[in-house]
């Protein structure tokens, strides 16, 4: 190396110092007078026209003040590039001034530095405005936020299921929100690397920047982007510090109304772009430890910025800029609205509702720029926007959509899937549009195997929204303002070993016992039984143990069959089990399933045995429209997917087992709290009046309700609305489960 740098230079007395690169090699070289970067690549024709198109423009932007920006440097023989060929490989060379300064990576950040930054860009973008160049207006690569999606193909080389989920989320995000507006945004060539090992400092200033090899001609606001970026990816308060770039650069430049649309997206593209590469370059080069040195930083700051309402971060960026913020309609105007067209019967969670604009897993994002912790949703099974899940019905929906009469794979597929999950008894399967419509099928399939007509329910159930279930369900029948109890329905009392009538070992069996003799002393047989393996509105209470395992044989030996209303408990919810009557020891002659199954989509399920198919066949034709359409099971399909391949179960275990013993050490400081119960991510936490049973409704309204103030979401539930209830998504963490708790606990040491 001495003897070419001596060659190409006409130097004899210096010193040359290897430095780290990306995907080139470069030297410091220091002479007797100067100081350069003595850059070596591997040649392509490409990059030469590349290096071409940089030197130009440098030489360009060096006229406007040549103090912060490199200068090419000439070789003894005046060239600024030399194609070489030593050890038989063909090489580039060139030489760039060498710029004095301290990285800002290594300085402490201040307000008055970043403003610097933001002063700095727009400067130099002012520069960059003027000059034309046709190789880099045609160059096209992964690093250029506008072509984002470049880099799928290296989705999959991340190795962590979640942070895959959260880079592919924001790939989703960015082709609804950026690429419909991308023609409207500003062009021209932009530095597109402002990072902070390029940018440099002297007197909490920044006075250079270097690297001009990711020059790109994009939107003009990927310059502020990639500033961000890598300037506030190390930062508790992102957005705090990108304000500060926005301000001063657009006090210089000023920004477009569409720019700061798009601004929050963009950012999350970078962050995408650079955790992918940087998980690429890890599987190829495992040992270039300069590739993946932002990576950890990029990470932090993607997961954070997945706490960040959208609404919120275009709000700070206008601000920044003094754009009127984004607003959206007050609350009571918007229930005004929608009480012109339907009731309010159609109820409504907490004393002050939500208006919620989006989500993402489980975050929920309100239309006034505030991030809810959703702690109670169990609709979206595996998180909201779950880009697998979102990928899967987009994809179907643009291809096929049709009703169940034609023929199609996806109905096989999910079938097979889906009772891929149950005993081999339970293997047929009817589709229909919710865990209502699968109750409403269910008592008619069991009437018309069994051919009698009384139905034995459990106290406090909840079964669906039809005639039918509403006429099961003692929550609805039983309400005051219900039509009560049916002659064809057998009540039973909610096997409780909290509060109920038996709270010992064998409290199961004793419950048994006693639904044993109501079925004996019952004047007809009894069709069918159905129970809910927790009975979520009697206040998520779990069947005693031992309690199926006893009446199942009842309800058999005198004619009937056993219906698990898994909508709620099942799909591995319950961590320990995927299906919650595995828990009693049971299998059910009928299983309903609903909500959950395509994480929010409208579909549900009964699946049977084969004779009771058999009998029901006999009947009249069963037709659903829209039961098991391609789109609903191809969703469905992506659900159970998910569940398995991210390890949903187990991790509903392994989180939910914390998070219940963070409510246990809860309950041992506050009296309030009387029972915590339930299992995975499926519990209750039953609130008291001190040193007795007797529920404490207010307090648990109140506890519910400072939640919601406090961003996190969750609902009561029993009979006396009592009982805190939680059932997040299954990607809930222990992070998240800390969160509630010790909100709770605060709550709870208010005066």
């Given at each position: ?32 007078n100067?100081?350069?970067?003595f ?6 024709q ?26 090419p ?8 590039i ?13 030489a760039l001034?060498?710029?004095d ?19 700095f860009?727009?400067?130099m973008?002012?520069?960059?405005e ?16 506008q ?7 290296y989705?999959n ?6 942070d ?7 790939f989703?995000?960015?082709e609804?929100?950026?690429?419909p ?9 932009i ?19 270097i ?12 310059e ?9 990816y ?8 990108a304000?500060?770039?926005i301000?001063?650069?657009h006090g ?9 649309q ?7 593209a ?6 992918c ?5 890890k599987k ?17 700051m993607?997961h ?11 709000n700070k960026?206008r ?8 607003q ?11 009480y ?7 109820s ?10 989006r ?8 239309s ?7 702690a ?6 595996v ?9 899967a ?18 109905l096989?597929?999910?079938s ?19 865990g ?8 008619r ?15 406090h159930g ?6 039918a ?8 029948f ?21 509060k ?26 009894i ?7 927790i ?5 998520q209470?779990p ?20 219906i ?17 009557y ?16 395509a ?12 004779e ?39 991790n ?45 409704t ?45 909100t ?8």
């Amino acid at each position: 190396m001495n003897k070419l740098i001596q060659n190409l230079f006409g130097l004899v007395d210096f010193e040359i110092k290897k430095l780290v690169g990306y995907d080139n090699i470069n030297y410091l070289i220091k002479s007797e007078n100067n100081k350069c970067i003595f850059k070596t690549y591997p040649y392509t024709q490409e990059l030469l026209d590349l290096l071409k198109a940089e030197t130009e423009i440098l030489f360009a932007i060096n006229k406007n003040d040549p103090s912060k920006f490199p200068i090419p440097i000439e070789f003894i023989d005046e060239l600024t590039i030399k194609i070489n060929t030593r050890d038989h490989k063909k090489s580039i060379y060139r030489a760039l001034s060498f710029l004095d300064g301290t990285f800002i990576g290594n300085v402490e950040s201040t307000k008055e530095l970043f403003q610097s930054l933001g002063v700095f860009l727009a400067q130099m973008d002012i520069y960059l405005e003027k000059i034309t160049n046709y190789t880099i207006q045609s160059r096209c690569w992964e690093w250029d936020i506008q072509y984002l999606l470049l880099n799928k193909k290296y989705i999959n080389d991340i190795v962590n299921v979640k942070d895959r989920n959260t880079v592919l989320y924001f790939f989703q995000q960015f082709e609804e929100n950026v690429t419909p507006v991308l023609h409207k945004l500003r062009k021209q060539i932009i530095h597109n690397d402002a990072n902070e090992w390029n940018i440099l400092v002297k007197n909490n200033t920044v006075s250079g920047i270097i690297d001009f090899g990711d020059l790109a001609y994009s939107p003009l606001v990927n310059e502020l982007a990639v500033a961000i970026t890598y300037g506030c990816y190390d930062k508790e308060k992102p957005l705090l510090w990108a304000c500060y770039i926005i301000e001063a650069y657009h006090g210089v430049l000023p920004l477009e109304e569409i720019e700061i649309q798009t601004l929050y997206y963009l950012i999350a593209a970078r962050l995408c772009i650079s955790v992918c590469n940087s998980a690429h370059s890890k599987k190829i080069n495992p040992d270039n430890a300069y590739a993946s040195i932002s990576e950890k930083n990029a990470w932090n700051m993607l997961h954070i910025w997945l706490t960040i309402n959208p609404i919120e971060a275009e709000n700070k960026f206008r601000s920044a800029i003094d754009l009127p913020l984004k607003q959206s309609q007050k609350v009571n105007k918007i229930i005004e609205k929608r009480y012109r067209y339907t009731s309010p019967i159609l109820s409504l969670s907490y004393q002050e509702p939500i208006y919620m604009d989006r989500s993402a897993f489980q975050y929920m994002y309100d239309s006034y720029g505030n991030t809810f912790l959703d702690a109670y949703n169990n609709i979206p099974h595996v998180g909201h926007s779950h880009p697998k899940v979102v990928d899967a019905g987009q994809r179907q929906i643009a291809k096929l959509n049709t009703n169940t009469r034609y023929i199609y794979d996806l109905l096989t597929d999910y079938s097979e899937k889906l009772l891929s999950k149950f005993p081999n008894s339970l293997n047929k399967v009817y589709f229909v549009n919710s865990g209502s419509a699968a109750t409403d099928l269910a008592i008619r399939m069991a009437k018309a195997h069994t051919k009698l007509k009384k139905v034995m329910v459990v106290e406090h159930g909840y079964h669906g929204n039809t005639q039918a279930a509403i006429d099961i369900s003692d929550y609805k029948f039983n309400n005051p303002k219900g039509e009560g109890q049916k002659n064809h329905v057998l009540k039973t009392v909610i096997p409780d070993t909290y509060k109920g009538k038996y709270t010992t070992q064998d409290a199961g069996s004793k419950y048994a016992n006693d639904a044993i003799e109501l079925i004996k002393d019952s004047t007809d047989p009894i069709a069918l039984f159905i129970a809910e393996p927790i009975v979520g509105c009697g206040g998520q209470v779990p069947l005693a143990k031992g309690y199926l395992k006893e009446i199942y044989p009842a309800i058999r030996n005198q004619g009937g069959v056993c219906i698990s209303d898994e909508v709620q408990t099942g799909f591995g919810r319950l961590g320990d089990h995927y299906w919650g009557y595995e828990a009693q020891e049971v299998i059910p002659d009928i299983v309903i399933v609903g909500k959950p199954m395509a994480n929010g989509h409208p579909m549900g399920a009964v699946i049977c045995t084969d004779e009771i198919a058999e009998s029901f066949g006999k009947g009249v034709e069963f037709f659903s429209s829209f039961g098991g359409n391609p789109v609903s099971c191809a969703i469905a399909l992506s659900v159970i997917e998910t569940i398995d391949h991210e390890k949903l179960q187990q991790n509903a275990k392994i989180v939910g087992d914390y998070y219940k013993s963070l409510f246990i050490k809860l309950q041992e400081k506050h009296v309030c709290i009387g029972d915590v119960r339930g299992s995975g991510l499926f519990l209750g936490i039953e609130i008291i009046k001190e040193n007795t049973h007797e529920p404490n409704t207010a307090l648990a309204q109140n506890i519910k309700n400072k939640l919601r103030h406090n961003h996190i979401l969750i609902s009561t539930d029993g009979p006396y609305n009592n009982v805190l209830k939680t059932k997040p998504p299954l990607c809930f963490t222990k992070e998240n489960a800390k969160m509630v708790v010790d909100t709770i606990d605060y709550i709870l040491e208010l005066p």
